[in-house]
């Protein structure tokens, strides 16, 4: 069964990094568009970061020059670092394809990794 996961997250202090983690032994990253979202507590979930087969990034514009969006193509497996963490940073970090993966015509989430920053 196709599955992707999330892990990185953590507690931290306004102003530090974290790096996010999203692997799967199904789905290879290095063929796909691939996309981290955010989820802040009562917030919907939004696109923060892209990364195409190509190599090409794009990030909203409340992240951009503060994540990197990366793939490690021999480890199947990419990242989401982010520098200079701030509290509007906090939420629950999922990765996914672009479009997002379906599963018997239902949207599939793994089960996202918690941010959380402390100012």
């Not at 069964?1 to 953590?10: P, R």
């Not at 970061?49 to 990034?57: C, I, K, P, Q």
């Not at 951009?64 to 670092?81: C, E, H, P």
């Amino acid at each position: 069964q196709v599955q992707l996961v999330e892990s990185g997250g953590g507690l931290v202090q306004a102003g530090g990094s974290l790096k996010l983690s999203c692997t799967s032994s199904e789905i290879i990253f290095s063929l796909q568009t691939m996309t981290w979202y955010r989820q802040g507590p009562g917030k919907q979930r939004d696109l923060v970061a892209t990364l195409t087969a190509g190599d090409n990034t794009n990030y909203a514009t409340s992240v951009k020059g503060r994540f990197v969006i990366s793939r490690d193509n021999a480890k199947n497996t990419m990242y989401l670092q982010i520098y200079d963490l701030q509290p509007e940073d906090t939420g629950v970090y999922y990765c996914n394809t672009q479009p997002v993966l379906r599963i018997n015509g239902v949207n599939y989430w793994g089960p996202g990794t918690q941010v959380t920053v402390s100012s």
